[in-house]
T-cell receptor
Framework: DAKTTQPPSMDCAEGRAANLPCNHSTISGNEYVYWYRQIHSQGPQYIIH???NNETNEMASLIITEDRKSSTLILPHATLRDTAVYYCIAPDDKIIFGKGTRLHILP | DAGVIQSPRHEVTEMGQEVTLRCKPI?????LFWYRQTMMRGLELLIYFNNNVPIDDSGMPEDRFSAKMPNASFSTLKIQPSEPRDSAVYFC?????????????FGPGTRLTVT
């Protein structure tokens, strides 16, 4: 697995866009970037994944830099329900969750 | 779809007792995963099945742990005998056949406390 680095915590005002960064400078050419989140007392929830191109779904957008060494998960209009730990992973043969970013949405 | 279903949601047992955790994957998903999460070690993959066949059990801590998948809609994780260090939240996850390998859908977990 490529090592990923995320800030331990972030704050975002409710209604604003939450931009969560992730560095994965050792990612190989065929490794995807996946994002999950874990809301307190719940199981991890898949959000989105990508390889090279930017991706968007009903939950979020994923912006991957051209050199693929970093990416940003964007929650366009954060709500209190988006308070969670967000994990960026680049799995090789299995998912390994690091410490992630604890996102606090401020009312 | 109801999502991945796990039972029980909470289990408290005494050291030495047998514990059985149950999982029903999402219908149509052909891969099933068992994970364990603790504060100290984070989320760890214990074992996963493809088409009901165990593929990788290298994460199973020791012989006290065993997992079965008798059919596509049911799996169990058994701990016998249980020990206090087994206390954790155990998650089951499933994946759609032919879908992205790491797009997994997790259940709500079983919180196990061994006293």
């Amino acid at each position: 697995d490529a090592k990923t680095t995320q800030p331990p915590s972030m704050d975002c005002a409710e209604g604003r866009a939450a931009n969560l960064p992730c560095n994965h400078s050792t990612i190989s050419g065929n490794e995807y970037v996946y994002w999950y989140r874990q809301i307190h007392s719940q199981g991890p929830q898949y959000i989105i994944h990508g390889l090279k191109n930017n991706e968007t779904n009903e939950m979020a957008s994923l912006i991957i830099t051209e050199d693929r060494k970093s990416s940003t998960l964007i929650l366009p209009h954060a709500t209190l329900r988006d308070t969670a730990v967000y994990y960026c992973i680049a799995p090789d043969d299995k998912i390994i969750f690091g410490k992630g970013t604890r996102l606090h949405i401020l009312p | 779809d109801a999502g991945v279903i796990q039972s029980p949601r909470h289990e408290v047992t005494e050291m030495g007792q047998e514990v059985t955790l149950r999982c029903k994957p999402i219908s149509g998903h052909n891969s099933l995963f068992w994970y364990r999460q603790t504060m100290m070690r984070g989320l760890e993959l214990l074992i996963y099945f493809n088409n009901n066949v165990p593929i990788d059990d290298s994460g199973m801590p020791e012989d006290r742990f065993s997992a079965k998948m008798p059919n596509a809609s049911f799996s169990t994780l058994k701990i016998q005998p249980s020990e206090p260090r087994d206390s954790a939240v155990y998650f089951c996850a499933s994946r759609l056949a032919g879908g992205p390998p790491y797009e997994q859908y997790f259940g709500p977990g079983t919180r196990l406390t061994v006293t």
